[in-house]
């Protein structure tokens, strides 16, 4: 769940911007099943790499939080997602119809 528009407003100019669209915004997110699992560490660090690298490419907030369920995966594998990668998730996930 996101914060209210007052308080993303309060939190600098990449969140300010979204306060419209991003506000008070509850999403339920299905985690992204990583194919073998070699360590859970650095997995919530690397979700909220995601949703960042969603924020910075503009996304609303289904595509980033999915955008970090599949970041967080990837590290669960043991790998850091290229930033090509992160561009065909991104795609994939408009074509899904997410944002």
Do not use: K, Q
Request: avoid cysteine; aromatic fraction near 6%; glycine fraction near 12%.
């Amino acid at each position: 769940m996101s914060a209210g528009a007052d308080r993303l407003a309060a939190a600098g100019v990449a969140l300010s911007s979204l306060r419209s669209t991003w506000s008070s915004t509850a999403e339920w997110v299905p985690a992204a099943a990583p194919r073998r699992v070699v360590s859970t560490t650095g997995a919530g660090d690397a979700a909220t790499a995601g949703l960042l690298y969603g924020l910075a490419h503009g996304t609303g907030i289904r595509r980033a939080t999915r955008l970090a369920a599949h970041f967080a995966a990837a590290n669960i594998e043991g790998r850091r997602p290229s930033p090509e990668e992160a561009g065909r998730w991104a795609a994939e996930l408009t074509a899904a119809g997410l944002d």
